[in-house]
């Protein structure tokens, strides 16, 4: 491939990337209900990565329950469920890392003993934990029916979507009257604590543009 | 410029830019005071623009409180205070608009009359409503010495990193505790409410792979 062809295609890829991230910051300023917006996650995932199956998995009562699909069955959105210690999910929840299995991921031999599950079926295997001020909430998964090596962008893709959908799920329990009447400036610098770089001798706003 | 200088600079900015927006999602996760997370902002789009400040107000009493800036003044920090209806950034958060001015910001005639405020000082001026959930909590700034015509690129950064720093904002509220004990899947599926997409027929999770 020329250098140019090259260069096209990974200026291609990374432009795609920002515009995924760019679509998700979206979805935490617009009034649309979390399970839209999960679905439209996993969308936007599973076209990026060409993946074949896009799942979100969130924590409930230490069980992952089953919460977007990119190609949901009738029936198991909100339905099924994985033990924390099932699979290649429940690893990544407790362990709260990033995995990444590029082929024969059933036969894992971590995890080969849970065969009723769909991320059996498939070769290739990404998960990262959804996190939520450091914890996990729970679990996004991207699989391929064949091989698939995983690259840079798309662990870091994950990764980074991993920690949105956290976010989104804290963002959603705030009440949007509740965000106006709070006063944001007191979460930065608490009464009676000053600012880091403050000094007793507060100057005029003009002085900051030296 | 030959073609493949011009996709390698188109590429290194993107890539920059998709490294900022990974940065500020780590931000989210980890577990640093407001005003750390604040600055670490303000630093990374700074550099990011080349702008010669770039500084957060977040909105109290009805006020714009300066939080965060690249380059702080001693004792400006939580100290200097706007109000609505004054200079560009007050247009900005009555508006919830992002505005754009490449010179001459300083002889806008909608904002002439506001002569000791920073912003003043500055050729090139962009800016972006802070948002959370819909709503306006604050205002970024991106000042320029000299005129400075602002790319698309950068008009996208300012005005998603508007909306992760509102995210921030909310999260920083959330405790961690309560994030662990919060039941996540209540709400993408509030009881009584069906998910969209199930039908009365629960299926066996193997059935999703199809």
Same mark, same amino acid.
Request: negative net charge; contains cysteine; aromatic residues 6%.
């Given at each position: 491939?020329?250098?140019?062809? *090259?260069?096209?295609?990974?200026?291609?890829?990374?432009?795609?990337?920002?515009?995924?991230?760019?679509?998700?910051?979206?979805?935490?300023?617009?009034?649309?209900s979390l399970q839209e917006v999960l679905q439209g996650?996993?969308?936007?995932?599973?076209?990026?990565?060409?993946?074949?199956?896009?799942?979100?998995?969130?924590?409930?009562?230490?069980?992952?329950?089953?919460?977007?699909?990119?190609?949901?069955?009738?029936?198991?959105?909100?339905?099924?469920?994985?033990?924390?210690?099932?699979?290649?999910?429940?690893?990544?929840?407790?362990?709260?890392?990033?995995?990444?299995?590029?082929?024969?991921?059933?036969?894992?031999?971590?995890?080969?003993?849970?065969?009723?599950?769909? *991320?059996?079926?498939?070769?290739?295997?990404?998960?990262?934990?959804?996190?939520?001020?450091?914890?996990?909430?729970?679990?996004?998964?991207?699989?391929?029916?064949?091989?698939?090596?995983?690259?840079?962008?798309?662990?870091?893709?994950?990764?980074?979507?991993?920690?949105?959908?956290?976010?989104?799920?804290?963002?959603?329990?705030?009440?949007?009257?509740?965000?106006?009447?709070?006063?944001?400036?007191?979460?930065?610098?608490?009464?009676?604590?000053?600012?880091?770089?403050?000094?007793?001798?507060? *100057?005029?706003?003009?002085?900051?543009?030296?």
């Open positions: 491939m020329s250098r140019v062809k *090259e260069l096209e295609a990974r200026l291609e890829s990374t432009e795609t990337l920002l515009r995924l991230f760019q679509k998700i910051s979206r979805f935490m300023v617009r009034d649309l996650i996993v969308s936007l995932v599973g076209e990026y990565t060409k993946g074949d199956s896009c799942l979100v998995y969130l924590i409930d009562n230490n069980e992952l329950v089953l919460c977007a699909s990119n190609s949901p069955s009738p029936g198991t959105l909100g339905k099924v469920r994985l033990r924390m210690n099932e699979g290649l999910t429940g690893w990544v929840a407790r362990e709260r890392r990033l995995l990444a299995i590029s082929r024969e991921a059933y036969n894992d031999p971590r995890f080969k003993r849970f065969s009723d599950l769909p *991320e059996d079926n498939y070769h290739a295997f990404l998960s990262a934990p959804i996190l939520a001020r450091g914890r996990v909430v729970g679990v996004i998964n991207v699989q391929h029916r064949q091989t698939h090596q995983h690259t840079g962008s798309e662990l870091e893709l994950l990764q980074t979507v991993g920690e949105q959908v956290g976010s989104l799920l804290i963002l959603a329990r705030m009440d949007a009257s509740a965000i106006e009447a709070a006063n944001h400036v007191e979460l930065v610098f608490p009464p009676g604590k000053p600012a880091a770089t403050a000094s007793a001798e507060p *100057e005029f706003a003009t002085s900051f543009d030296d």
